[in-house]
């Protein structure tokens, strides 16, 4: 009671309530506090080092953006200088490692998904969030198809065909063969990124009209068989 207060450097201080001073600076100081009494001209000072946090510039990104189900995307938070800390909060699957500023998650979930990472700093603490899309891969022949016609004249343009699908890597079984007009299978593979140039045993067989079958196993264990012509053009 009685007692007076001082705070230095100027304008950092609303000191509206004297006994509870309030930081209104914008950069990192450290404020003198000077208490005296009145009565008897005793003083006392101390100093209070204030510490700004910049969390402005804080943002996350999702590297690609938008996966398959069962594909992984780099999650990363910049913008944190110096001595900071992360703990992630996956709405699903899993981040690894879990406190990093740069993390791969693993989602076992379809949707469009959030995750949250706490940015802490000086004990100042942040919340990012980052949307990460995952599709759910569906094995149908919008998917999964083969070219209905290729020419392989050498021009590097639709020179050869092959299966064409979204999540080619994910295709656990592969059974692809071709066809003539008589039954006779002029190719095969159960390698989903092996093509066919349109020869057989490195002859060059006549435009004509092909028969294929196909069977794959795709990611979640569906099967699915397709059976069509492709047309050869020279």
Known sequence: SGLTYTYS???VIDDSDPT????VGDASTVVTATITDPATGCS?????????????????TAN????LLG??????????GGDCSYAWFPPNGTVTPDDAAEVVATPDMAGTLIYEVEVTQNGCMQIV???LLVEDPICDTENIYIPNAFSPNGDNMNDVVRIRSNFADQLTEVR???YNRWGQEVYKSDDIFES?????EGDDLEPDVYGYYLRVLCPAGQELIQKGNITLLR
Do not use: Q, R
């Open 9 to 11: 450097p100027d304008g």
């Open 20 to 23: 509870a001073p309030i930081f």
């Open 44 to 60: 006392t000072t101390k100093e209070i080092d204030v510490t700004i946090v910049d969390f402005s510039e804080l943002t996350g």
């Open 64 to 67: 690609p953006p938008s996966i």
């Open 71 to 80: 594909e992984t995307s780099t999650l990363t938070v910049t913008g944190c």
């Open 129 to 131: 969030e980052i949307e």
């Open 176 to 178: 692809f063969i071709i």
């Open 196 to 200: 066919w140039d349109g020869t057989v």
